[in-house]
């Protein structure tokens, strides 16, 4: 049997050119479907999926009416002496055709598993949209990318009906392996069918098997490679050098990037939200400033705004006299212009990337390849990973992937940088460890700093002025001594940590009815009209009782009796009933912290125990929904940098 072999040219020829030109143009359609938040997306993506869910004939069908002699585009062709049909170029339009949509909803599948927020990463590093694509999204969606190229390469070399009605069966010439295997079976010739058939299955699973074998000899060869340099899979915290004196991360500024004097960030927006309308006004200068509020509240998305991944609906954002936006002049600054560096709650390190690679991302491109070595060195010293620059971040513990992400948003040399919660995935060791790298870098970082956290004590130590906001509002701003200790409404109270709360009423001008305790409360401060509530926080909470415990006045003192307690290592918290027994254990009116020494010393002495709600304790608080509760005025200079 003399058996010509033309047809397993053509096809492979066809089908690896169709796959490429498929590869292409499915990954920009799924690239800009990605990102498509406009009307009719259903429609267009049900379009470029068509081909799919469509028998071939009927696609070779409208490639023939396009392309043929009285078609649009044939018409136009021929203009040129240039004719498609029946031609090998047919069979390649045809092939591309049906293999396009397996491409494109194969990599739209792969980009929608990517974690939005190292995209949100790459641009606040500068990175252009373009980069973003070919450096972030095609690596990390690479596993679904081989496999829409295996299945449009099997589509497209097994194509048959598009094929043979827009190139027909010419032997030498459009006759690929599936017509031949038609035509084959047609004539009676069965041998000869089973032999191409043979080969269809024999390139098909040869180009299947030499992919997989290939994506999984990658990791291997990469852990015997570090195995064999002595290097652990991962490293354990407790073997880094807490223990020596911690290093600032440096901030090299540059003749293109210079920080004018003073620093300010100045921020007016407005955004309509699902829950509730964002409207801030807030000015801040290089100190560190905490933004803190319940979950949902608008913190994180305040950020985002000014990075700029989220638009305002109105308002304007002013970092150091620059507008990054404003809505009344059509301002609205790119990304990778806003001189940004952000923190992520997630760390939103590069998996594809090393450490070294991770923190050089954001650098300058005009930089000679030393310089990059020189800048990325220091930041790894800054943060105490030296030595690990060549390691993956799945290779490092979380605490040293956090000093990763903080060492790269600093090698940028932003104007500003945006901490999202930075500590809240470490455990407490760690988060002790790297809140002190935090503050010892921020007071060498010469931008401004805005700090998103749900801890109290956290953003207390970090940040020396604080807003507090709530379902989008704020409802307190200043030093953070003042908010803690003079917070004038119930919710700015919650917020930053009492627990101890009653109804109150007005009794007199110096004293107060507080109807959920049963008492009645002397109090120095000046009684606002709007009165609401009394509270008192469970630290400050005074036994009279004890042994060497000093009482300043023997005013608003009750007598006390022990609900029940709960221990931490350290304290103990006790819930209290107030002037009668409690009757359950949720019959209780305070809480109270105490040192377990204290509660040792109240254990020997017999209940009713003897507890001072101080008058200088009481904090008086209006409604958080009172009008005047939203009145903001932007913070000064004097107040934010501590001036009195």
Same mark, same amino acid.
């Given at each position: 049997?003399?058996?010509?072999?033309?047809?397993?040219? +053509?096809?492979?020829?066809?089908?690896? &050119?169709?796959?490429?030109?498929?590869? $292409?143009?499915?990954?920009?359609?799924?690239?800009?479907?990605?990102?498509?938040?406009?009307?009719?997306?259903?429609?267009?993506?049900?379009?470029?999926?068509?081909?799919?869910?469509?028998?071939?004939?009927?696609?070779?069908?409208?490639?023939?009416?396009?392309?043929?002699? /009285?078609?649009?585009?044939?018409?136009?062709?021929?203009?040129?002496?240039?004719?498609?049909? $029946?031609?090998? /170029?047919?069979?390649?339009?045809?092939?591309?055709?049906?293999?396009?949509? =397996?491409?494109?909803?194969?990599?739209?599948?792969?980009?929608?598993?990517?974690?939005?927020?190292?995209?949100?990463?790459?641009?606040?590093?500068?990175?252009?949209?373009?980069?973003?694509?070919?450096?972030?999204?095609?690596?990390?969606?690479?596993?679904?990318?081989?496999?829409?190229?295996?299945?449009?390469?099997?589509?497209?070399?097994?194509?048959?009906?598009?094929?043979?009605?827009?190139?027909?069966?010419?032997?030498?010439?459009?006759?690929?392996?599936?017509?031949?295997?038609?035509?084959?079976?047609?004539?009676?010739?069965?041998?000869?069918?089973?032999?191409?058939?043979?080969?269809?299955?024999?390139?098909?699973? *040869?180009?299947?098997?030499?992919?997989?074998?290939?994506?999984?000899?990658?990791?291997?060869?990469?852990?015997?490679?570090?195995?064999?340099?002595?290097?652990?899979?991962?490293?354990?915290?407790?073997?880094?050098?807490?223990?020596?004196?911690?290093?600032? =991360?440096?901030?090299? *500024?540059?003749?293109?990037?210079?920080?004018?004097?003073?620093?300010?960030?100045?921020?007016? +927006?407005?955004?309509?939200?699902?829950?509730?309308?964002?409207?801030?006004?807030?000015?801040?200068?290089?100190?560190?400033?905490?933004?803190?509020?319940?979950?949902?509240?608008?913190?994180? $998305?305040?950020?985002?705004?000014?990075?700029?991944?989220?638009?305002?609906?109105?308002?304007?954002?002013?970092?150091?006299?620059?507008?990054?936006?404003?809505?009344?002049?059509?301002?609205? &600054?790119?990304?990778?212009?806003?001189?940004?560096?952000?923190? @992520?709650?997630?760390?939103?390190?590069?998996?594809?990337?090393?450490?070294?690679?991770?923190?050089? $991302?954001?650098?300058?491109?005009?930089?000679?390849?030393?310089?990059?070595?020189?800048?990325?060195?220091? %930041?790894?010293?800054?943060?105490?990973?030296?030595?690990?620059?060549?390691?993956?971040?799945?290779?490092?513990?979380?605490?040293?992937?956090?000093?990763?992400?903080?060492?790269?948003?600093?090698?940028?040399?932003?104007?500003?940088?945006?901490?999202?919660?930075?500590?809240?995935?470490?455990?407490?060791?760690?988060?002790?460890?790297?809140?002190?790298?935090?503050?010892?870098?921020?007071?060498?970082?010469?931008?401004?700093?805005? @700090?998103?956290?749900?801890?109290?004590?956290?953003?207390?130590?970090?940040?020396?002025?604080?807003?507090?906001?709530?379902?989008?509002?704020?409802?307190?701003?200043?030093?953070?001594?003042?908010?803690?200790?003079?917070?004038?409404?119930?919710?700015?109270?919650?917020?930053?940590?009492?627990?101890?709360?009653?109804?109150?009423?007005?009794?007199?001008?110096?004293?107060?009815?507080?109807?959920?305790?049963?008492?009645?409360?002397?109090? /120095?401060?000046?009684?606002?009209?709007?009165?609401?509530?009394?509270?008192?926080?469970?630290?400050? =909470?005074?036994?009279?009782?004890?042994?060497?415990? %000093?009482?300043?006045? /023997?005013?608003?003192?009750?007598?006390?009796?022990?609900?029940?307690?709960?221990?931490?290592?350290?304290?103990?918290?006790?819930?209290?009933? &107030?002037?009668?027994?409690?009757?359950?254990?949720?019959?209780?009116?305070?809480?109270?912290?105490? @040192?377990?020494?204290?509660?040792?010393? &109240?254990?020997?002495?017999?209940?009713?125990?003897?507890?001072?709600?101080?008058?200088?304790?009481?904090?008086?608080?209006?409604?958080?929904?009172?009008?005047?509760?939203?009145?903001?005025?932007?913070?000064?200079?004097?107040?934010?940098?501590?001036?009195?």
């Amino acid at each position: 049997m003399n058996l010509d072999f033309s047809p397993v040219w +053509i096809s492979l020829k066809t089908a690896a &050119l169709a796959t490429v030109i498929a590869f $292409f143009l499915g990954a920009i359609a799924a690239r800009a479907m990605f990102r498509y938040r406009g009307k009719g997306k259903s429609l267009i993506d049900g379009i470029l999926t068509a081909p799919l869910v469509l028998p071939a004939t009927v696609v070779g069908f409208f490639l023939l009416l396009l392309l043929g002699k /009285y078609g649009p585009i044939g018409r136009l062709l021929r203009l040129f002496d240039i004719n498609v049909v $029946f031609t090998w /170029y047919a069979a390649v339009i045809a092939a591309t055709v049906v293999a396009f949509p =397996l491409m494109y909803k194969t990599a739209l599948g792969a980009f929608q598993q990517i974690d939005t927020n190292l995209l949100a990463s790459a641009r606040t590093l500068g990175a252009t949209e373009w980069r973003v694509f070919w450096r972030i999204l095609v690596p990390l969606a690479r596993p679904g990318l081989i496999s829409g190229v295996l299945l449009s390469f099997a589509r497209a070399l097994g194509e048959f009906g598009a094929t043979l009605m827009l190139a027909g069966s010419i032997p030498g010439r459009t006759q690929t392996i599936p017509i031949a295997i038609f035509f084959a079976a047609e004539s009676g010739d069965t041998q000869e069918a089973m032999l191409w058939v043979g080969m269809m299955l024999t390139l098909s699973l *040869s180009i299947v098997v030499g992919v997989n074998y290939w994506n999984d000899r990658r990791p291997h060869q990469r852990r015997k490679k570090r195995a064999k340099e002595g290097y652990l899979t991962l490293v354990d915290e407790s073997l880094l050098p807490w223990d020596h004196p911690l290093t600032p =991360l440096t901030w090299e *500024s540059s003749s293109t990037n210079i920080l004018p004097n003073p620093i300010e960030l100045i921020v007016d +927006i407005q955004k309509k939200l699902p829950e509730f309308t964002l409207d801030v006004s807030f000015s801040s200068n290089q100190l560190p400033l905490g933004l803190l509020g319940s979950s949902g509240a608008g913190k994180s $998305f305040i950020l985002r705004c000014i990075a700029g991944l989220e638009t305002p609906d109105e308002g304007c954002i002013i970092l150091n006299g620059r507008v990054l936006f404003d809505s009344r002049r059509g301002i609205n &600054l790119p990304i990778r212009e806003r001189r940004v560096g952000f923190l @992520f709650q997630n760390y939103a390190l590069f998996p594809h990337l090393t450490v070294a690679q991770n923190i050089a $991302f954001g650098l300058p491109k005009t930089l000679s390849p030393l310089a990059i070595r020189q800048r990325v060195e220091k %930041q790894l010293i800054g943060v105490q990973l030296q030595g690990l620059g060549d390691r993956y971040p799945q290779e490092l513990s979380g605490g040293q992937q956090q000093r990763v992400a903080l060492a790269r948003a600093i090698a940028s040399e932003p104007d500003i940088l945006l901490l999202d919660e930075p500590f809240s995935a470490l455990d407490t060791y760690l988060r002790d460890q790297l809140e002190k790298l935090l503050r010892l870098s921020l007071t060498h970082f010469p931008g401004a700093t805005l @700090f998103v956290s749900h801890n109290l004590e956290e953003a207390y130590r970090i940040c020396p002025n604080l807003l507090i906001l709530d379902e989008g509002q704020i409802i307190a701003h200043g030093p953070k001594q003042d908010i803690f200790d003079f917070p004038q409404y119930f919710r700015v109270a919650q917020l930053t940590g009492c627990k101890n709360f009653s109804r109150a009423l007005i009794h007199s001008e110096n004293t107060i009815t507080a109807l959920d305790w049963g008492c009645t409360l002397r109090v /120095y401060e000046p009684i606002p009209e709007s009165l609401a509530h009394v509270g008192i926080r469970a630290h400050h =909470l005074i036994f009279t009782g004890l042994k060497g415990e %000093q009482t300043r006045s /023997y005013e608003n003192i009750f007598p006390a009796w022990l609900t029940t307690a709960s221990e931490t290592q350290h304290r103990m918290t006790l819930y209290l009933k &107030l002037n009668s027994a409690p009757t359950s254990p949720f019959d209780y009116h305070l809480q109270v912290e105490v @040192f377990k020494n204290t509660w040792n010393a &109240l254990q020997k002495l017999p209940q009713p125990w003897q507890i001072q709600l101080h008058p200088t304790r009481l904090l008086l608080l209006q409604n958080a929904n009172s009008p005047m509760c939203f009145e903001y005025k932007p913070i000064s200079p004097s107040i934010m940098s501590g001036e009195q």
